[in-house]
Each structure stands twice: as C-alpha cells, then as structure tokens.
C-alpha cells in the first residue's frame, strides 16, 4: 500500500533535514553499541550520581562547595567549579529531564563532533552562562542585558546550557537548519513567558555555540581554500 501522496514532500522534507544525523547515529550504534558513547554514559551516571548525593543530608554540603556557581562568588572559584556544575542537576526540577536530555544530545553530540569537540562545546556554553550572568548582576537591572543583584544568589543552570549548546552546533554542523532555528526560538519563547535567570543563560549558552560554529566554519573555509578545494562539500564533519 504506498503512503498517501501528500506525505511526499514530508517524508523528503524530513529526509533533508534529519537524514544525514539519522544515519550517522545509526551507523555509529550499529557498528558499537553503547561503545560509541562512552563519554555521555559517564555523564549521565555522574548527574544520577550527584543527585543522589546531594539529596543527602551528608552530601548537599559538598555538592554545592565543589559544584553550585552563583554570580557572588569570587570569580576564581565560579571557574573551579563550572566544570562539575555540567553535571549538577536543579533540585527543583526532576532529574529524569536532565538524565534523558544528557544522554540523548550528548550522545547524538559525542557520535556526531566527537568527544572532545562535545566537551569542549558543553564548558565553553555553561562558562559562557556563568560570565553572563556575573556581568548582568554588575550592570543591574537598568542596564541593556542587565540583572537584578537577588540573580547573584541563584545556582546555575547545571547541564541545561549545554545541551542547549550542542543540540544549536550538531544541527549546524548537519545543516538540520529548521530543527536548530526551532530550538533557538524555544530558548528565546522561554525567556518572553517566564523571565528568569536560566532562561538568560540558556541564550548566553546558544551565543557562545553560534560563535563556535561560525569560527568552525571560519576553520574548515580556510582549510579548504589552503588546499585548493574551493567546492562545498555536503559531507558531515570528520569527527575529532
């Protein structure tokens, strides 16, 4: 029975958009299993971990002395602990959200730009939110991107601002224009309906993935031009 006809340019529609992803985490599973994400299933059993720690009376207290980052605190110390802030979960919000999140962009990113390149992208986004929020608290509320001094007490986003940041830079990478522009538009509709200091780093994090993806670009054009190969090339990025 062949499919209605009207689902003809869905299906090719879907197909450009989504076909070379698709068949890059198909093939990369194929061939390995979970072997093909070592890093994100290290990821995901370090945020279940630290949430089960952290809901102990015994263990909120380092959790937070070694991972939480707020705008007040000395800047030294926001940088020792952004690392382990990626994987932090809120206390406010169900961990499941953050474990599926983590281990779906996280693995589609480790297959898809290679597990350097993912961690690099995931610290360079959830800095890019801890900056962002220490500059808006000193501007002040009056100020263009400005926040109010109450910000400065408020924790991080944990992995949100990175999953953000490589679901943005694997849709550019795979030229999934529509799906990356849709995700953007979700961060930018977050921030309109509930203005909070998450959803303003959230944006900070898509910020920092664009300008990667646009000096990555930058990288490969050069490359391109130094070999003589001034043709475009439809392929995926050779993973690092």
């Not at 029975?1 to 990369?28: D, F, I, K, N, S």
């Not at 610290?123 to 900056?131: I, K, P, Q």
């Not at 962002?132 to 992995?159: C, E, H, K, W």
């Amino acid at each position: 029975m062949r499919p209605p006809r009207a689902l003809g340019p869905v299906r090719r529609a879907a197909r450009r958009e989504w076909g070379p992803l698709w068949t890059a985490v198909r093939t990369a599973l194929a061939a390995d299993g979970l072997r093909a994400v070592p890093m994100t299933l290290c990821a995901v059993a370090l945020v279940a971990l630290l949430q089960v720690v952290q809901n102990r009376s015994w263990g909120y207290g380092p959790v937070q002395t070694l991972g939480a980052v707020r705008a007040d605190d000395p800047l030294w110390a926001a940088l020792l602990r952004t690392p382990l802030s990626l994987f932090v979960p809120a206390l406010d919000l169900p961990v499941w959200g953050a474990l599926v999140q983590v281990l779906l962009v996280f693995g589609t990113a480790e297959i898809c730009l290679g597990r350097w390149r993912t961690l690099l992208i995931a610290y360079v986004a959830t800095l890019a939110g801890t900056l962002y929020a220490r500059i808006g608290v000193a501007t002040g509320p009056g100020g263009f991107l400005g926040l109010p001094a109450s910000d400065a007490l408020i924790v991080d986003t944990g992995p949100s601002a990175a999953v953000v940041a490589l679901a943005v830079c694997v849709c550019c990478a795979y030229r999934a224009r529509l799906t990356g522009a849709l995700v953007i538009v979700a961060m930018v509709t977050e921030v309109a309906v509930k203005d909070n200091l998450a959803g303003k780093e959230h944006l900070a994090a898509i910020v920092a993935a664009l300008v990667l993806c646009a000096l990555g670009g930058l990288r490969r054009r050069g490359q391109g031009l130094g070999d003589g190969a001034g043709t475009r090339s439809g392929a995926p990025p050779i993973r690092s």
